[in-house]
């Protein structure tokens, strides 16, 4: 009996080993013209696992762009891009399943629910491990737009295809299958693949499979490609030939990556050069030819060699080209050769590429600076940046996330990152996070391990434990901080040198963990600039005394090279010279500049603004200590002279951020402000502003939109009377007590947002609620709907008086917080400014204030593109008199929602407005000139 169950058992892996394998057949007819590919396509999958399978689930990604509400669709809505859900339908592609049989049988399958790219096929007959189905598949695929993802087809006819045919999930005890996200990261089990392609014959394919055949018949071309144990196919279409080819005795590299107008023997050199280096570390790549194209790089940019304009040339053009090449051969090496799950392990993949992206530059341009070129022109030199290595700004995009408390573990579903951290962040903490690593664990074992996991698990199924596994095997020192906090949390490191005591011979020091972690931190010692020991501290639960031989050392420095991804380094030295030892000199800088943890900086900028019309162009020096990170403790002084009112005016803040980690309130924020500038021809007003904010996210949720903002201020503003002004009162100085709730959701499909929001002072107190909601339907028609409603507690204010009364269609401001050019004007261009705020109508009707209530709603609707129309209507209830109805109605043109928007009144209680005289000046205007806001644009697609 037991003879019997070995040899079953020798069968099964047998089964498993030898003759384990999947194979694909495609057959794919091109018509390019009508954007379509008839395919016809055989699946062999084979069970590797030790259950009997029921049912096969398939991939077919084609068809995430069918709908705009596929999970593809929802991802890029949520990233603020407008392009797919405002295609025509024509550009965006789908897919049809016309038959799905099995030995002439009929199958049953469906898409599953809110997955229409997925499709769960029924099989006819259970299949028990170690067997084969064959699953013959006929269908259609519709070519989408290559706008969206980069990958589809082009303007010009060119395709550039990837997920383009049906491929099998895994199953490894349970299914892996997940929807197209454009995160390129589908996972699939290695697969024979043989495609036979019919195209125009004015197309030239190109593909890293093997070619087998080609021939051609009076228009068509036919083309057969075969490739082993495969996990990525990309095709591309041309109709002029783009992609050169290098072959070396390794593998050949085919890529059209810009190549900087190089000459082909300085790119034939770079490309020899990338691939020696490659396979000196992992050994041999298991296929002929790597595919390394500009579609990669676009999605996987070397990032800061793609921000400047290309005639800045920052870095040489050898260098460019050669660490493009180098940054997407290695990601396709090793997307190629690891087979893990990208969703679930992508860190361990980005974390090798990026370690070695540095390790090369580091050995082959050890002298190249963050900056380029630019670090050696003059008035450049004098910065910090200058200063700073090449490799030194993966650290810094880290900390760019980590000090805003934006951070995700690298152990996070890719799906779940925000586009920052999944394209930038998250990628260079596990880069500079192994070579921490490898720094600690001393002697290259790291790095030796990382090249002897790579190229002894090639082509085998892995994931991150196995490598946890591993590494462990090859070092004696406690490696779990790196797995369980590094890697596993959103844990940062922050380490103080907290007291020292000298004497002759040796030095006694504390070093506080002011984050409670069990990570290690290196000590070194130093005699000016000269290094004198290195020892690694760890399990530093608190605080860690040690005493050290002293050896000529005058300097304690904590993480010295900046190995480490500390958030805080201002406090990680002491000098033991003299009687103090931490005495940081004070820089003066001008411009903004990156941080340098040895001084106390101070930074300087001259500013030209032009903030509003009474004051005019104002000429001044913003002196700051906010660098290119973000700090807990911020100030800014900005005293001007403006040339107009030919006087002095100015601004100034002081503010403290506390980030709080794994809690849905995350930062809370309390700062002073102050001002003094113009309010009205020879009039000022100044300001003193206590304040207090609470934020809130969801914290299991960071690409979530939703908000919570809890406020309280403290207004004390003083300002010069004038009788003749019509935004005036009793008392021109005042103090106003405000809290306010906000709670939005800002998303492209739907957007919403209500607050209230309570006002104290001494002549009245008042309520106010206001609710904003904003749909995209899936014929591109827009509806926005806003409500107001506020309502006077108390008002003993002058009745003839509106100044702090409700507004209909221009607020009196009397807070001072909306950015009005023109706050005072009741007539000009400037008067015409509008302000979505309290009543929110554009008409200026005879009943503009109310000082006791007000309700309003504000509408508006697409009529074509950027073309709505707009109504509002409302109640506005003053004492002494009846409540009256108000309503006005016109076009909106806007052409940045938010941001630049210009209303037409049309009909309102006034009558026809368009026929009445001096119609120019009834248009309103609602637009911005600070940068902070314009840049919101950008902050939204990618935090």
């Not at 909601?773 to 003839?800: A, K, M, P």
Request: aromatic letters at 16%; hydrophobic letters at 35%.
């Amino acid at each position: 009996m037991k003879i019997r169950h070995l040899s079953s058992a020798i069968s099964l892996l047998l089964g498993f080993y030898c003759f384990g394998q999947n194979k694909i057949d495609v057959h794919a007819v091109f018509n390019i013209e009508n954007k379509q590919i008839k395919i016809s396509q055989n699946i062999q999958y084979q069970n590797t696992s030790q259950d009997t399978l029921q049912s096969i689930y398939l991939n077919n990604w084609a068809n995430s762009y069918a709908t705009k509400t596929t999970p593809l669709a929802k991802r890029i809505a949520d990233e603020y891009r407008n392009d797919f859900h405002l295609a025509k339908n024509e550009e965006r592609g789908f897919s049809i399943l016309t038959s799905v049989k099995s030995n002439d049988q009929d199958l049953k399958y469906h898409d599953l629910k809110g997955q229409i790219d997925i499709v769960k096929v029924l099989l006819d007959s259970t299949l028990l491990p170690g067997e084969s189905y064959n699953i013959h598949l006929d269908y259609i695929v519709q070519l989408p737009s290559d706008k969206f993802t980069g990958y589809g087809i082009t303007k010009t006819g060119d395709l550039n295809l990837k997920y383009w045919y049906i491929t099998p999930a895994i199953y490894n005890g349970e299914w892996q299958y997940y929807s197209n996200k454009d995160l390129n990261d589908l996972f699939i089990p290695k697969t024979d693949v043989s495609l036979k392609i019919e195209c125009p014959k004015s197309y030239t394919i190109t593909s890293d499979l093997d070619l087998i055949k080609e021939s051609q018949n009076n228009d068509l071309k036919s083309v057969t490609l075969e490739g082993k144990t495969r996990t990525v196919n990309k095709l591309f279409l041309n109709k002029t030939s783009k992609f050169n080819t290098v072959e070396t005795k390794d593998f050949s590299i085919v890529s059209d990556i810009d190549d900087e107008d190089l000459e082909i023997i300085d790119k034939v050199l770079i490309n020899e050069k990338i691939i020696k280096y490659i396979t000196k570390k992992f050994g041999d790549y298991p296929h002929e030819k790597l595919l390394v194209t500009q579609t990669d790089y676009d999605d996987n940019p070397v990032y800061g060699l793609n921000f400047l304009p290309s005639f800045i040339n920052t870095y040489p053009n050898n260098f460019k080209y050669e660490v493009k090449l180098l940054k997407v051969t290695l990601h396709n090496y090793l997307e190629n050769t690891l087979l893990i799950n990208p969703r679930k392990d992508q860190w361990l993949i980005d974390g090798i590429e990026i370690f070695y992206l540095m390790n090369y530059v580091e050995e082959h341009y050890p002298n190249m600076k963050f900056l380029g070129s630019l670090a050696n022109f003059w008035g450049v030199r004098s910065f910090h940046a200058a200063d700073m290595r090449y490799n030194d700004k993966y650290n810094l995009a880290f900390m760019l996330m980590a000090r805003t408390n934006r951070d995700q573990p690298l152990t996070m579903a890719k799906d779940s990152l925000l586009k920052f951290n999944a394209n930038i962040a998250n990628k260079y903490k596990a880069g500079i996070g192994l070579n921490y690593l490898d720094d600690f664990v001393n002697s290259h074992i790291v790095e030796n391990t990382i090249e002897s996991f790579v190229a002894e698990n090639k082509l085998k199924p892995i994931n991150s434990s196995d490598f946890e596994t591993y590494l462990k095997s090859k070092t004696n020192k406690n490696i779990d901080w790196f797995f369980n906090d590094y890697l596993s949390t959103r844990e940062k490191l922050d380490f103080k040198i907290k007291k020292v005591s000298k004497t002759k011979d040796s030095v006694t020091l504390t070093i506080k963990n002011k984050r409670h972690n069990n990570m290690p931190v290196s000590l070194y010692t130093l005699n000016n600039d000269s290094v004198i020991s290195k020892i690694w501290i760890e399990n530093i639960s608190n605080n860690k005394t040690l005493t050290i031989p002293r050896d000529e050392a005058n300097k304690l420095v904590l993480n010295y090279n900046s190995i480490i991804p500390e958030i805080n380094e201002r406090d990680n030295w002491k000098s033991l010279k003299g009687f103090f030892f931490n005495n940081k000199p004070l820089q003066f800088r001008l411009f903004k500049d990156i941080e340098d943890p040895y001084y106390n900086q101070v930074f300087l900028m001259p500013l030209l603004e032009f903030n509003n019309i009474y004051d005019g162009f104002t000429l001044g020096m913003k002196a700051y200590n906010k660098t290119l990170l973000r700090k807990r403790f911020s100030y800014k002084l900005s005293p001007q002279y403006a040339f107009k009112s030919r006087s002095f005016t100015g601004s100034g803040v002081v503010s403290m951020t506390h980030n709080l980690e794994n809690r849905n309130l995350y930062a809370i924020n309390y700062g002073f402000f102050g001002g003094y500038h113009s309010y009205a021809p020879d009039l000022f007003v100044r300001q003193f502003t206590p304040s207090l904010s609470l934020y809130f996210r969801q914290d299991d949720d960071f690409r979530s939109n939703k908000r919570h903002l809890v406020s309280f201020r403290y207004l004390d503003i003083h300002r010069d009377k004038d009788a003749n002004n019509i935004y005036t009162t009793d008392e021109p100085s005042y103090n106003v007590f405000n809290a306010r709730y906000v709670h939005s959701n800002d998303n492209l499909i739907n957007y919403t947002k209500w607050y209230t929001d309570l006002q104290i002072a001494k002549t009245f107190s008042k309520v106010a609620f206001n609710f904003e909601y904003r749909h995209l339907f899936q014929n591109n028609r827009q509806l926005n709907l806003r409500s107001y409603t506020g309502v006077f507690l108390s008002n003993r204010n002058d009745i003839n008086s509106d100044y702090f009364s409700f507004a209909l269609d221009r607020p009196t401001d009397y807070l001072f917080e909306y950015p009005y050019l023109g706050r005072s004007e009741s007539s000009g261009i400037f008067s015409q400014q509008y302000i979505e705020a309290e009543g929110g109508f554009k008409s200026k009707l005879e009943t503009p204030f109310a000082n006791q209530w007000i309700s309003t709603v504000n509408m508006s609707t697409t009529l074509w593109r950027y073309i709505l129309a707009y109504w509002d209507i409302g109640y506005v209830k003053n004492k002494y008199s009846s409540a009256e109805f108000v309503y006005d109605s016109g076009i909106r043109i806007n052409l940045v929602t938010d941001y630049f928007e210009v209303y037409f009144p049309i009909y309102s209680n006034l009558g026809w407005e368009v026929s009445q005289p001096k119609y120019e000046e009834r248009i309103r205007f609602k637009f911005t000139l600070d940068p902070q806001v314009l840049l919101g644009l950008f902050r939204r697609r990618w935090f």
